[in-house]
């Protein structure tokens, strides 16, 4: 089994930053594979980035150059770190991780950009 719980989401204005964070616990040396996915309102969830356990990294297009996935292996904690923000990155954002065959999906945190 493992938990993951996000935190960091909030409101900020076109431009600015955010970090978001995603917290592991319990298993956590029988994970494979994490990554972020956001859900905007009226939308399917889509993937954001992901990060292997060799610390391979993928980015969704929309995101490239802006987001960038780190983890800090000693603290168990993943990050999306998320600059020059826009308004259509406003969403839930979700953090997963997992252990084949089974995902373990967070609680999510809102990301809300808007002047």
């Known amino acids: 089994q493992v938990q993951v719980v996000e935190s960091g989401g909030g409101l900020v204005q076109p431009g600015e930053s955010l970090r978001l964070s995603c917290a592991a616990s319990g298993s956590i040396f029988s994970i494979y594979f994490m990554g972020w996915y956001r859900q905007a309102p009226g939308k399917q969830r889509e993937l954001v980035s992901t990060i292997a356990r060799d610390g391979t990294t993928t980015y969704a297009e929309s995101v490239k150059g802006r ?9 168990n904690t993943m990050y999306l770190q998320m600059n020059s923000l826009k308004p259509e990155d406003t969403a839930v954002y979700y953090c997963h991780a997992d252990v084949p065959p089974m995902r373990y999906w967070g609680q999510g945190t809102q990301v809300t950009v808007s002047s």
């Open 67 to 75: 987001f960038t996935i780190s983890r800090d292996t000693n603290k």
